[in-house]
């Protein structure tokens, strides 16, 4: 234990240059000479083998000659002291005192090898297995003693040790009554002073609590910064280096040896694993968006064609995003904590539609709301003050101004000229009036939706729409109506009840079947890649930037 945790690790400092200011401790080594040298001075063992040899045949005396011939062969050393009777060695954790008597009797073995071959002779299997001795070696020498197997064993036990690198646990036992609560305070302080833990304890606290070589470093902590990763082409100890000090480490906490470098607290070993799975768990989520954005790609594509299949021959185009790839999440829903609580967390994981459109009430007043689509909700959003008594009081906070579960919507109305206004009729309630620029992709997404739980969606195509207004304490509610016709204006204009629109591409256009030259330099599909976003020459444009639910959230809307 001492030579493997105490003495081989400060000279491990040593050997690598590391500034270590050296720990004394006791080195039993000079007790274990003691007791097992065979030379210069002779060890306690080899005197008594020697008594046992030189005595075999007589009992009386033998102890008495033993401690005789073991004062006078370690009488000076400084950890043996003789006495009447008996003889003291100061072991590691203090002086112990060896009675003589009975010593020799007990170290002769009396089973000589005749008898051995006897009893490996036996019909009996369980009796020769208590044999095992190979007694055709060291033919004609005496009979092993108890202190020779001992040593033996001993060192078989130690050479095994030191080709390993063992982990100790050091039990302690608190007591002699086997009761909870009773603590021996002599009795565990001298076993802390046996096992050494005081010692190692002195070592840990000043050593490093871990050293690798600079190569086995680098390859497990390269990934931390650009330069060692995947490799690192220059020194090692350059490599661990540069890696140090991009992690901002302390000068304090390392340092490195002639090979290896030593890390001295495992708060800082702690920090560079954290690192580690940080930086792991980053490129994780770049291969599962690269392939997300290869599967939405599919999913969207086939929605976009789907849509045509809606649309055409019943609505004009809004010119420059006939060509628009399907995104979904135009408002960011999934990185939108405040969002996703107000949905709820089943809700939110489900493949759906999310933007910013513009609300009109019964008067056609325009209204912000954060519009929301899942598998059983749509959700209307808006900003407001809190005004609920608490520490929320007073602050600016998403609410859900309206939910309409899907299998309530009845139908869906839209015009057929290039405006934006899709009304949304409700079964046994009123309606709602949106406006949003993605009303192609949100028509398609409902449908499919409502044709997955068996029910489907009627789409009408008309130029004046009655809706179904809320009842409210100063209107009984009823019925409203809103016109559409062309107009001269790029942007919708919107005046009472009435929508003007100039006109739009053919309704029977599809994608790629037209150069936009004059709506924001944009090409035709059939050219070139499909274009992200609306145009320019689009009048309502999204608040925020679109943001593709399959770049930031394991599930991709």
């Avoid at 290896?260 to 070993?269: D, G, R, T, V, W």
């Avoid at 009984?476 to 016109?483: D, L, P, Q, W």
Wanted: glycine share 8%; net charge positive; hydrophobic share 35%.
């Amino acid at each position: 234990f001492i030579e493997l945790t105490l003495k081989s690790e400060q000279e491990e400092y040593v050997s690598e240059g590391i500034k270590w200011t050296p720990i004394d401790f006791f080195n039993n080594k000079i007790v274990c000479e003691l007791i097992e040298s065979k030379r210069n001075p002779v060890g306690v063992m080899s005197v008594l083998d020697d008594v046992c040899a030189t005595m075999h045949a007589q009992g009386d005396g033998a102890d008495g000659k033993f401690l005789e011939k073991v004062a006078a062969a370690c009488g000076s050393h400084e950890c043996f002291s003789g006495g009447p009777g008996q003889f003291r060695i100061k072991h590691y954790a203090g002086e112990v005192c060896y009675t003589v008597t009975g010593f020799c009797e007990r170290n002769r073995d009396v089973l000589y090898k005749d008898l051995i071959r006897l009893m490996q002779a036996s019909n009996v299997p369980f009796i020769k297995q208590l044999f095992p001795e190979d007694t055709h070696q060291d033919q004609g020498k005496r009979p092993t003693t108890a202190s020779t197997k001992i040593k033996s064993q001993a060192g078989v036990l130690v050479t095994t040790l030191m080709k390993c690198t063992p982990h100790y646990i050091r039990c302690i036992k608190p007591n002699e009554t086997k009761r909870p609560g009773d603590w021996d305070a002599e009795r565990n302080l001298h076993q802390v002073k046996y096992l050494g833990l005081k010692e190692n304890i002195r070592v840990r606290r000043a050593g490093f609590a871990y050293r690798a070589p600079c190569d086995r470093f680098l390859r497990r902590y390269g990934i931390l910064t650009d330069q060692t990763f995947p490799s690192w082409r220059g020194d090692p100890k350059a490599g661990v280096a540069h890696i140090l000090q991009a992690v901002q480490m302390e000068p304090k906490e390392y340092q490195q040896g002639a090979s290896k470098i030593f890390i001295k607290s495992p708060e800082s070993l702690f920090l560079l694993e954290e690192l580690r799975e940080r930086k792991y768990d980053k490129y994780a989520k770049v291969i599962q968006r690269a392939y997300r954005k290869w599967r939405d790609v599919k999913v969207f594509q086939e929605l976009k064609l789907k849509s045509q299949s809606i649309l055409l021959g019943k609505k004009e185009r809004r010119r420059g995003s006939i060509n628009r790839m399907f995104v979904s999440d135009y408002i960011g829903f999934l990185d939108n904590h405040s969002l996703r609580n107000l949905v709820g967390k089943k809700e939110a994981q489900t493949n759906g539609f999310a933007a910013s459109v513009t609300k009109y009430d019964r008067r056609m007043k325009a209204q912000k709301r954060d519009f929301v689509l899942t598998d059983a909700n749509i959700f209307m959003i808006a900003l407001e003050k809190c005004k609920d008594k608490g520490p929320n009081k007073g602050k600016i906070m998403h609410v859900v101004k309206r939910q309409i579960p899907l299998q309530s919507v009845a139908s869906v109305s839209t015009s057929t000229y290039q405006d934006d206004v899709v009304v949304i009729h409700v079964q046994g309630d009123y309606d709602s009036v949106i406006s949003t620029v993605f009303k192609t992709e949100f028509i398609t997404i409902l449908k499919e939706k409502l044709e997955k739980q068996g029910k489907g969606l009627t789409i009408n195509f008309t130029n004046t729409i009655k809706y179904t207004v809320k009842k409210t304490t100063f209107d009984r509610g009823g019925t409203k109506e809103i016109k559409f016709q062309p107009g001269n204006t790029p942007s919708m204009a919107i005046k009472g009840n009435v929508v003007s629109v100039e006109p739009g591409l053919p309704s029977n256009s599809e994608p790629g079947a037209h150069i936009f030259a004059n709506a924001g330099g944009g090409r035709s599909g059939g050219g070139g890649r499909l274009r992200h976003g609306p145009s320019s020459a689009v009048p309502c444009t999204p608040t925020r930037r679109p943001t593709p639910m399959s770049s930031t959230s394991p599930r991709a809307w």
